[in-house]
């Protein structure tokens, strides 16, 4: 069983530009979240996705946005970036509802973008 | 709204001796609680969960956390830190009405010492 994946491991772009970041979730898992934390900071969620569907959103512009692809891997696209948008990007993915672990979120190593 | 204190930035540890990580939260609904380790350029590692049921919790690398309905915590514990505990430390909450949208708390930096 792979776990989750996300590419690519660093990134340095200028402010204005547009970023992609993707991820591959975990085998069996359709639901995924983004998270980005800050330096010093805990991770602060961004959205969900459930079946190729926003799940949630949290308190992010929306210049931030998603997708989910039919294999449940997933790309965050920011826009217009800002210098306050260096950080580290989390994809986290879980199981199917009812299932048991349904709850447990299971992290990749993140993407470390930093806007100049 | 849904918040999480971890009003500790750092704890130190002599190796070998116990140790307690911190946490409060505040939500609406019943409480699903989380920790989550981090070591450097590395993601969070899952170590436990709170759901339902015994208050007591027991999870990864011999870690345990004690779920306190009166007192709104989750604190971490482990009767005996080893040096390779050294890390970040992240508490988690999400009300049972909130999808998968967890609030994470500020972190707890552990150093154990030998």
């Known amino acids: 069983e792979t776990g989750v994946t996300q590419s690519p491991t660093h990134l340095i772009k200028t402010r204005g530009q547009q970023v992609t970041l993707r991820c591959s979730s975990q085998s069996g898992h359709n639901t995924v979240s983004w998270y980005q934390q800050a330096l010093g900071q805990g991770p602060q969620f961004i959205f969900q996705y459930y079946r190729e569907e926003e799940n949630g959103r949290g308190n992010f512009p929306p210049r931030f946005s998603g997708l989910q692809f039919p294999n449940y891997s997933s790309e965050l696209n920011v826009n217009a970036l800002e210098l306050d948008d260096s950080a580290l990007y989390l994809c986290a993915s879980s199981l199917p509802r009812g299932s048991l672990a349904y709850n447990e979120q299971f992290f990749g190593p993140g993407t470390r973008l930093t806007v100049l | 709204a849904q918040s999480v204190a971890q009003p500790e930035d750092q704890v130190n540890v002599a190796e070998g001796n116990p140790l307690t990580v911190k946490c409060t939260y505040s939500?609406?609904?019943?409480?699903?609680l989380f920790w989550y380790v981090q070591y450097p350029n590395r993601g969070l590692q899952f170590l436990l969960k709170y759901i339902t049921g015994d208050n007591l919790v027991k999870g990864s690398y011999g870690f345990e956390a004690e779920f306190n309905k009166s007192q709104t915590s989750f604190h971490l514990k482990k009767p005996s830190a080893l040096v390779s505990d050294s890390a970040l430390y992240f508490c988690a909450v999400r009300g049972d009405n909130q999808g998968g949208k967890l609030i994470f708390g500020q972190g707890t930096e552990l150093s154990v010492k030998p």
């Open positions: 939500v609406s609904g019943n409480p699903y």
